[in-house]
């Protein structure tokens, strides 16, 4: 045989998902573990090009697998009336035809190696069904959301409650999942659920020091007592140096470098995003009104087939608008290096969708967030930074999903982030519990002893 073990990673071919997943696999490999990135071609190449803060070295430890996904691309539409990006349907349809391929790849390194360990994406049940059918074989479910987030999930599909919740968990706070997913995708998920009684574990992308009292909640909430947990994140990088020099660097980098300290407010709502033409408008005007600095990444969202792309219908701008913030604005077209703009110094503010890639780096790096929740887990999301852990502000609330957010409503929620008491009490907390959540991945850290405990687990004897 070649090795004790093998790890699989077999994401959804979503960037969020690819994106986590692919950091993940960093850190596996980083333990001298042979890993195998699983996804479509288009996907494997995507996620490469978009992964920021990692030595490009890195990536030539992990093996990736070009599959074949065949994906119609419609054009996304932001007058659907739901925010959800059905553009992205096309990748539900198909991903299921992942489980041949798959699981000829696990037979394969079955063959090589002494255990050969599956994890997965959970909304990829499906396509690793017939790993249970391989001896030397066994998967983890990867949880790409947040356990605040999941423990809700759970909670709201028992009919009778097991316990009683403490006061402090927000259950009434929580919103509605009501225009949170379409029904097609409500349907995948459902389909995919009913795959996932033969797993051996969860992994969490989160850490104890930002929502300890939920790990253990949706401990208490799984199927089987034999279930392993492992909250081992971040997975992403979370020391950064965006001031080193280099010609490779970002335009918007050189940019924060000649910006004062906590001075830009970063504005990114993530690669499945759609917004209405008059709300780019008013979004655009309440960052002018504001009068302060911002970074605004404004591009076309992701379809199901990436290289269908059309740059040159990224969504207008008010005429003249680019000239007339010249001097305290930067709008970006192109995929941003999100890791580095957190992390540097210039950047005092986040106004985010809230998914649970940008909330982690923004916790991680210490910066707040004015929350713009578009669908998903994002509405959940929102309530754990701003009711939670307090850090962040509301741009526009759930219930009022379907209104328009006026330049005026968006003004006021950049001053209350970047000029204001409440944003300066916002922003200290966000940077001590950045420095706590930086520590949980050091040696001794809570992350770093977890991750310990699950390579020793998956290299037992």
Not at 56 to 85: C, M, W
Not at 179 to 188: H, L, N, Q, V
Not at 344 to 368: A, D
Request: aromatic share 8%; with cysteine.
């Amino acid at each position: 045989m070649d090795g004790q073990v093998a790890v699989i990673m077999v994401p959804l071919p979503v960037q969020g998902h690819l994106n986590q997943m692919l950091h993940l696999s960093h850190v596996i490999s980083s333990y001298g573990i042979s890993v195998h990135f699983a996804s479509s071609a288009l996907h494997n190449r995507q996620a490469k090009l978009r992964l920021h803060g990692r030595d490009p070295e890195g990536q030539t430890k992990i093996q990736f697998h070009d599959f074949e996904l065949l994906l119609r691309s419609p054009p996304a539409n932001p007058a659907v009336g739901s925010h959800y990006p059905t553009q992205l349907q096309p990748i539900f349809d198909e991903a299921p035809n992942l489980c041949q391929p798959v699981s000829q790849l696990v037979q394969q390194l079955s063959e090589r190696f002494r255990r050969v360990i599956v994890i997965h994406d959970n909304l990829m049940a499906s396509a690793v069904q017939d790993v249970k059918c391989i001896v030397n074989a066994e998967c983890y479910i990867f949880a790409p959301v947040c356990t605040f987030y999941l423990f809700f999930c759970i909670w709201d599909t028992i009919p009778v409650k097991p316990f009683q919740l403490d006061s402090d968990v927000p259950l009434s706070s929580m919103p509605s999942f009501e225009g949170c997913f379409s029904p097609e995708a409500m349907t995948y998920f459902e389909n995919e659920s009913k795959h996932t009684d033969f797993q051996s574990g969860f992994l969490y992308n989160t850490c104890r020091e930002i929502e300890g009292k939920y790990i253990d909640l949706v401990k208490t909430m799984t199927m089987s007592s034999n279930m392993k947990h492992f909250a081992i994140g971040p997975f992403h990088p979370v020391e950064i140096n965006p001031e080193t020099k280099g010609d490779k660097r970002h335009e918007c980098l050189e940019w924060l470098d000649k910006q004062e300290k906590d001075s830009v407010i970063y504005v990114s709502f993530g690669s499945t995003t759609v917004m209405t033409d008059e709300q780019i408008r008013e979004l655009a005007l309440g960052l002018e009104h504001s009068g302060h600095k911002f970074i605004w990444v404004l591009k076309n969202a992701d379809r199901a087939n990436v290289c269908t792309e059309d740059r040159s219908s990224v969504p207008p701008l008010p005429e003249g608008y680019e000239d007339r913030v010249k001097d305290r604005g930067m709008v970006a077209r192109t995929w941003a290096p999100q890791i580095h703009i957190l992390a540097h110094s210039s950047t005092g503010g986040f106004m985010s969708h809230c998914g649970w890639n940008s909330c982690l780096e923004s916790i991680t790096m210490g910066v707040p967030i004015t929350a713009w929740p578009m669908h998903s887990d994002q509405p959940g999301n929102t309530i754990l930074i701003t009711e939670v852990l307090k850090i962040g502000t509301v741009v526009r609330d759930w219930a009022s999903r379907d209104e328009l957010a006026t330049s005026d409503v968006i003004q006021n929620s950049v001053k209350v982030l970047m000029a204001s008491k409440e944003g300066d009490e916002m922003r200290a907390r966000a940077d001590k519990l950045g420095e706590s959540v930086r520590g949980t991945v050091a040696e001794g850290g809570s992350s770093h002893s977890e991750m310990g405990s699950f390579v020793a687990h998956i290299n037992r004897c």
